[in-house]
């Protein structure tokens, strides 16, 4: 049974792949670490900034793509991160708490405006910052690797870096899809099954 439904995710997987070019290959490259361009890519995102006949600059570089999933991957963490310790009742001394998280933002907002501000402020900042360092990768003419805000505070080595880089990238992916479980969850009910089962609420 799992040779069989296997067998129909790589056929289904493999009508979206384009046409082979020169040297055919029949595996499928689900490698974290790999490049955007050279991963697995069955809808063809990381290549639409080749389009013959769009205009100008029309569709993202594969450095953007790849800049935005890490950044996302980030915020995605951080979120959950957030969504846990407050379901768990850990909160900051004084600030304020709300029944439900998907309401918390606008509560700390109107109950606490000030801090809200200040934070507010620091992540406009950060986002500036980082679409700053990052270059012109919409065009892919950035000369600085996706996710790399340019310091390495630990001091750690290139292959520590590297092996960092690939964990961080498997998190986000999978902090995403949690966060995206939880707002279907919220939204739907009973759309996340095993939210259910877990008991989430």
């Known amino acids: 049974m799992k040779l069989a439904l296997l067998t129909a995710l790589a056929g289904s997987a493999a009508a979206f792949a384009p046409a082979p070019v020169g ?3 029949t595996a499928l490259n689900l490698n974290p670490e790999a490049a955007l361009g050279e991963g697995w890519d069955p809808m063809g995102f990381s290549k639409m900034h080749e389009i013959k006949g769009a205009f100008p600059n029309m569709f993202p570089h594969p450095q ?3 800049e935005a999933e890490i950044k996302h991957g980030r915020m995605s963490m951080l979120a ?3 969504v846990w310790a407050t379901s768990s009742g850990l909160h900051f001394p004084g600030a304020p708490v709300a029944d439900d998280w998907t309401n918390a933002l606008s509560v700390w907002a109107r109950e606490d405006p000030g801090g809200f501000g200040i934070i507010l402020a620091f992540i406009m900042i950060a986002e500036g910052e980082g679409v700053s360092h990052a270059g012109d990768n919409f065009r892919g003419l ?3 690797v996706p996710g790399d805000m340019g310091f390495n505070w630990m001091g750690h080595g290139e292959a520590t870096v590297a092996k ?3 964990v961080e990238l498997r998190q986000g992916r999978a902090a995403m899809i949690a ?10 009910p009973g759309s996340v099954p095993i939210m259910d089962l877990l008991g989430a609420n």
Request: aromatic fraction near 16%; glycine fraction near 4%; hydrophobic fraction near 45%.
């Open 142 to 144: 950035s000369k600085k």
């Open 164 to 166: 960092y880089r690939s």
């Open 64 to 66: 953007f793509l790849e």
């Open 23 to 25: 040297k055919a290959s």
């Open 80 to 82: 959950w991160t957030g």
């Open 179 to 188: 966060m995206a479980s939880l707002f279907a969850m919220k939204s739907i």
